[in-house]
């Protein structure tokens, strides 16, 4: 029952975009209406979801010392780690061009642009970082992309109820887009209190 | 603005007014953070501490600066269908290398900085740089707006730092050689709270610490810089 047990503490108690900061610069600029942070959100959580196993063979097989070459190839880490994402947001661009063209017209620029999505890479360093087996990091990757599809969909929400109030002109946008992700954050952190273990046990 | 490509003759290394405004303009009316709203991702999480924060500002501003010279010095050979791939490929390397002597030097701050070094990578800031400004201008130039974006980048950082390390931890540099303690229930720091009538009541700041901080902090600093700046309020 690991698994669960990781799924959410990646997705509620360590939220990528809320307390790790990780994929901010297109959670900030595709969050203006619910419907392309909805698509965006999906997109994510299926890159997440490939990569990480896929970096997690890679890491193991091929560049570890125990791994196919014998020697210890870790610094070519990023390198290959960013290769695996772009190839992988490629293989996605296709799939939603081919199933969904409106939700590609709706994502436009910001599909192929998952590929700088630091919660992709970030997610996978993490991963290595605290060395979770094979299973586990497909939990992670699946409660990350779904921990950062729950925080996308709530400012986009937000933000779009947020345009009928009277905001300061300067605060207008961006910087209220900032105060609201830091509200959000302290809200996120009463979620703390969650016991994974207490999930696992059942 | 800088994002055009400059079509007037250049010397290839010279300094004038073109080139002063490519490092000035970053640091306010083009900011990466504030402005353009790129690099954000790895910008807040160092921000707890000044020294990881200046560590971080130096590293991203040597990348920005390197990746911008080497895709400038290549882009005429780039095909443009393959061209992230390269561009991510001369920023990985760059970041490896980085990395590599961070580690070197100093690996008390490496451990700390974990994986937001990596995410140089990733970092809008970099990609932005190099799609905008190094495909379409000569070295040189691309090189000065590369340091120009690194360092408005470390501006917000080290701002951010300093406010978030004074009221959340009383100190400044923390971890550093100069290290200083300014406010704090011991001896050791320059207002002692124990002692002091004055600042008796004085304890921590714990939200400082918290990550949602940084987004307080960075939110006001827009709002401040674009009450100044009228032409960068959002109008939609």
């Known amino acids: 029952m690991e698994f669960i047990n990781v799924f959410i503490k990646t997705a509620f108690i360590e939220n990528l975009v809320l307390s790790y900061f990780l994929g901010m610069c297109s959670y900030l600029a595709v969050s203006k209406s619910v419907k392309t942070a909805f698509g965006l959100g999906m997109a994510v959580i299926f890159v997440l979801g490939i990569t990480m196993p896929i970096n997690w063979l890679i890491n193991e097989y091929l560049l570890s010392e125990k791994g196919l070459f014998g020697i210890d190839l870790t610094f070519l880490r990023f390198i290959l780690f960013i290769a695996t994402i772009a190839a992988m947001v490629q293989l996605v661009e296709m799939v939603v061009e081919k199933f969904s063209p409106a939700l590609y017209a709706a994502l436009g620029i910001f599909l192929p642009l998952i590929t700088v999505n630091c919660a992709i890479l970030g997610g996978s360093l993490f991963m290595i970082s605290r060395e979770l087996s094979l299973s586990n990091s497909v939990a992670f990757g699946l409660g990350g992309g779904f921990g950062w599809f729950l925080a996308i969909i709530a400012i986009a929400a937000i933000r779009e109820k947020i345009r009928y109030s009277n905001v300061p002109p300067a605060l207008r946008g961006l910087g209220m887009a900032f105060i609201l992700t830091g509200l959000m954050g302290i809200a996120f952190m009463s979620l703390m209190g969650i016991d994974p273990a207490a999930f696992a046990s059942k | ?236």
């Open chain 2, 1 to 236: 603005m800088a994002e055009t490509a400059v079509k007037e003759k250049e010397p290839l290394i010279g300094f004038g007014k073109t080139e002063r405004r490519l490092l000035t303009d970053p640091l306010n009316d083009n900011n990466p953070i504030t402005v353009q709203v790129l690099g954000i991702c790895s910008a807040l999480a160092v921000t707890s501490l000044v020294y990881p924060a200046v560590v971080m500002a130096i590293a991203v501003t040597l990348v920005t600066a390197f990746s911008n010279l080497f895709t400038s010095m290549l882009r005429q050979y780039i095909p443009k269908s393959v061209r992230m791939i390269v561009q991510l490929v001369i920023i990985a390397t760059l970041v490896t290398i980085v990395e590599l002597i961070l580690k070197y030097f100093n690996y008390p701050i490496y451990k700390q900085l974990s994986v937001y070094i990596g995410l140089i990578i990733t970092n809008c800031i970099v990609m932005g740089r190099l799609e905008a400004f190094a495909m379409a201008n000569k070295p040189w130039r691309s090189f000065l707006d590369g340091i120009g974006n690194g360092l408005g980048y470390g501006a917000i950082l080290i701002i951010v730092a300093i406010i978030r390390e004074i009221f959340g931890k009383g100190s400044l540099f923390a971890g550093s050689p100069i290290e200083l303690k300014i406010i704090g229930p011991t001896a050791d720091y320059l207002i002692n709270t124990t002692q002091s009538a004055l600042f008796g009541w004085y304890t921590n700041n714990n939200l400082m610490v918290l990550p949602a901080a940084a987004m307080f902090i960075i939110g006001i600093l827009i709002w401040i810089q674009r009450s100044y700046n009228s032409k960068l309020v959002d109008v939609s």
